[in-house]
């Protein structure tokens, strides 16, 4: 089972900032916060992992919330080509239990 | 980042054959690496996490008869879909831990998947 909740979809115009949330209640102390996205008929794309600090790398930025019960991936300029279905998954780093398991993440449509 | 490459990229069967894919990580040694596997419309499901030089592992309800996992090498792991029909038409995904990464990310790099079709 997926620990995390998603809304099924959301759309952004061209070059304004995508800000996608994720619902993650009962994460666990080990657990970190990790985005993937894919695009259509692709393997998916690792995006940013955080663990209770904010992060930023060249593709996003992550915030998340103090109780770490939510995060919020944060792509600040985006584009046609971000169109694709975002999935945050929470998981220890390392371990048996690190396997990724995939929610319904949420689709993201990126207007002209 | 990392490079996972999978082959072939599409395959179209007959009935009842066998069809193989494979997945290779080609810039780092691949401990771990995983098969998912995805329908139309619907999320990735994990089907089975492979571990060089051991057996496979398989998710509950995946046949380990029926997807037949070898992870030979640090850098191969393959698939076997055996005795194909219809309903294994699929889109199928490996992803890969790089083993010096592991303690520093644990970040998993995918391949480009493979979209088998069954006739």
């Known amino acids: 089972d997926a620990k995390t909740t998603q809304p099924p979809s959301m759309d952004c115009a061209e070059g304004r900032a995508a800000n996608l949330p994720c619902n993650h209640s009962t994460i666990s102390g080990n657990e970190y916060v990790y985005w993937y996205r894919q695009i259509h008929s692709q393997g998916p794309q690792y995006i940013i992992h955080?663990?209770?600090n904010n992060e930023t790398n060249e593709m996003a930025s992550l915030i998340i919330t103090e109780d770490r019960k939510s995060s919020t991936l944060i792509l600040p300029h985006a584009t046609l080509r971000d169109t694709a279905v975002y999935y945050c998954?929470?998981?220890?780093?390392?371990?048996?239990?690190?396997?990724?398991?995939f929610g319904k993440g949420i689709t993201l449509s990126v207007r002209p | 980042g990392a490079v996972v490459s999978q082959h072939p990229s599409r395959v179209i069967c007959k009935s009842g054959t066998s069809v193989k894919i494979e997945c290779r990580s080609l810039?780092?040694?691949?401990?771990?690496m995983f098969w998912y596997r995805q329908f139309p419309k619907q999320s990735l499901m994990l089907m089975a996490t492979?571990?060089?030089?051991?057996?496979?592992?398989?998710e509950q309800g995946v046949e380990k008869d029926k997807f037949l996992i070898n992870h030979a090498s640090l850098t191969l792991s393959t698939l076997t879909v055996t005795s194909a029909h219809p309903e294994d038409s699929s889109f199928y995904i490996c992803s890969a831990r790089d083993r010096g990464q592991l303690a520093n990310t644990g970040e998993l790099f995918f391949g480009e998947g493979s979209r088998l079709t069954v006739l």
């Open positions: 955080g663990l209770k």
């Open positions: 810039d780092f040694q691949a401990t771990t």
């Open positions: 492979s571990n060089e030089g051991s057996k496979a592992t398989y």
């Open positions: 998954i929470v998981r220890p780093l390392t371990g048996a239990n690190s396997k990724l398991t």
